[in-house]
């Protein structure tokens, strides 16, 4: 059940496409005074280094991260994740790359609070180490769909929670669906983003089935695949399904992701839509 480590992957696609529609949602969130929180379910290390001998096993960050490093005049959603690429970097040279925590603490306003879970020994050592210390961010070593039930609803009533497993046990489509059931009847206001992988097996085709049967209200789906293969192998491509997604939030990101496939990932494709 340990055996997956995000740091062999850290700046793939699949974190360009996650990592840009949590900025979008919390800028969302941002638009009201009000505080939120942001529970993330699977925070991993946090910060990654793109030099380690994990990242460099596979170096996935150059068909991901990398085209985007010398992008000119990007949006400004594009903008803004690149400015929190380069906050986590003292240098130009982008060895660092920030998980979704890093990205997290970086959108909270002063009011606003994080919650990050993370159930695997080793990785929440190096979790602790980045962010013990931030008054603003409170760390939980627990199991990740068990806490998804357990700290919602938030005290500040309205907010995200951010879902990304890496599905490593296959039972983990099905049991997604029921936690996340739980979850929305306990905090039926919140903003629900979970991310799954599209795989050759397209298990992810009946975890999306199971939602759109569910009594959710306001369910969007993105899917993005920036480098089409005729017969795909492994990873080759990023979902996410959000609950409540927020007012115009689906028009940014497609927006957002057909810039990117006209001018950076050329060959890339979108495709999105209610469920």
């Known amino acids: 059940m340990f055996s997956y480590l995000h ?4 700046g793939n696609f699949a974190d360009v496409h996650k990592h840009l529609i949590l900025i979008t949602l919390m ?4 638009k009201k005074a009000t505080p939120f929180a942001v529970l993330d379910t699977h925070a991993g290390e946090g910060i990654y280094n793109l030099k380690s001998a994990e990242s460099q096993k596979n170096t996935e960050f150059k068909r991901g991260l990398n085209p985007l490093l010398h992008v000119e005049n990007p949006p400004p959603l594009l903008e803004r994740y690149l ?4 906050s986590c970097n003292t240098t130009d040279e982008k060895s660092l790359y920030p998980g979704s925590p890093a990205i ?3 959108l909270l306003r002063s009011e606003d609070r994080g919650i990050l879970i993370e159930g695997h020994p080793r ?3 190096t979790l602790r180490e980045h962010f013990a210390r ?12 068990e806490g998804l039930i357990g700290l919602v609803p938030f005290t500040e009533k309205r907010g995200l929670i951010f879902i990304d497993p890496s599905f490593e046990v296959k039972t983990e489509y099905k049991e997604i669906v029921k936690k996340l059931t739980t979850a929305y009847e306990r905090f039926p206001q919140g903003i629900y983003a979970l991310w799954y ?3 050759p097996a397209a298990m992810h085709q009946d975890m999306l089935n199971r939602i759109q049967r569910s009594n959710f209200s306001k369910v969007w789906y993105c899917e993005w695949i920036p480098y089409p ?3 795909p192998k492994g990873l080759y491509g990023s979902g996410m399904v959000i609950l409540n997604a927020p007012w115009q939030s689906d028009i940014e990101i497609k927006a957002l992701f057909t810039w990117l496939n006209q001018h950076v990932y050329k060959t890339g494709h979108f495709q999105q839509g209610w469920i």
């Open 104 to 106: 997290i603490k970086q």
């Open 229 to 231: 293969q005729q017969e």
């Open 197 to 199: 992988p599209l795989l």
């Open 83 to 86: 400015k929190i690429i380069q």
């Open 123 to 125: 990785v929440i050592t």
């Open 7 to 10: 740091r062999y992957h850290a």
């Open 134 to 145: 931030d008054k603003q961010l409170h760390i939980h070593e627990r199991d990740s769909l």
């Open 27 to 30: 800028l969302s969130l941002q």
